[in-house]
């Protein structure tokens, strides 16, 4: 059995150097956390404990939100958490944090869109004898009752916002349209729903069965190119900044001299 994931794709769209150090050498990174990544995780924590309690029957008030963010904060904080853009700040991040939840709550109280998990593990059975295994986490699942559909929804931290042609092309959410079908039927109804925090938008579209079918042919042959490459070659970009292997990336740090 091959097991992938969106992120292993990725990886290897991104940079193959990256991918091998990551999937086929299996370094682990001796680099500090960005702060970037701190951040992500801490609003992704903080967001799962709330929805959590809400499936429990019971709602946080605000303040609850925000001290729950304080405290996963300081229980993830690393002292040697890296700033990579020098204009920004630990406490610049801390606020942002703290504006980025208190616009969601107000904006989506009461908060009853009928949650029905958070962090629930997805897998996609591919190739023609289910042989590749392709493995996600859905940040947050919703039942729709008016429109009996199932809602993915994906929480994005970045100052930037996908445009509407990304979005329509993104492959990580129609590849968890694919496992939600395996799930609740092959025409049940599917939305995927992506939050933009920085902004306080959100946009969501669908995949028709047929889009989803050839997203699995095109996925397949990917993983195809991957399992027979034997080259990989650094693709050197301003990503480089933000990567967890950039201290031993031979192709960036030849390129800097």
């Known amino acids: 059995m091959v ?12 940079c193959r150097l990256k991918y091998k150090y ?38 946080p008030s605000i303040n609850d939100l925000i001290f729950y963010y ?10 040697n958490i890296e700033i990579i853009d020098k204009s920004q ?17 107000t904006k989506n109280f009461p908060f009853k869109d009928n949650t029905i998990g958070t962090e629930e593990k997805i897998e996609i059975s591919l190739g023609e004898t289910g042989e590749i295994k392709l493995v996600g986490y859905v940040d947050r699942l919703v039942h729709n009752l008016e429109k009996d559909e199932i809602e993915i929804h994906d929480y994005k931290t970045t100052n930037s916002v996908l445009m509407k ?22 025409e049940k109804n599917v939305s995927m729903v992506w939050h933009f925090l920085a902004h306080d938008v959100k946009f969501s579209s ?16 990917l993983i195809k190119r991957i399992e027979s490459t034997t080259d990989f070659p650094a693709n050197v970009s301003r ?19």
């Open 206 to 221: 669908r995949k028709t069965n047929e889009e989803l079918e050839e997203l699995k042919k095109e996925v397949v042959e």
């Open 3 to 14: 097991y992938y994931s969106h992120s292993k794709l990725d990886t290897f769209e991104q």
């Open 239 to 257: 990503l480089c900044d933000w990567c967890d292997f950039r201290n031993i990336c031979t192709a960036r740090n030849s390129k800097r001299m």
């Open 165 to 186: 042609e990304k979005i329509e092309n993104s492959r990580q959410l129609a590849l968890y349209s694919i496992g939600i079908k395996e799930i609740f039927g092959r």
């Open 22 to 59: 990551r999937y086929i050498d299996k370094i682990v990174p001796e680099i500090p956390k960005t702060i970037e990544a701190h951040f992500g995780i801490v609003i992704h924590k903080t967001l799962e404990w709330f929805y959590n309690k809400i499936m429990e029957g019971t709602i």
């Open 89 to 105: 700040t630990l406490e610049g991040y801390f606020n942002r944090g703290v504006e980025f939840l208190t616009s969601y709550y």
């Open 70 to 79: 304080s405290d996963t904060w300081g229980e993830e904080y690393d002292p």
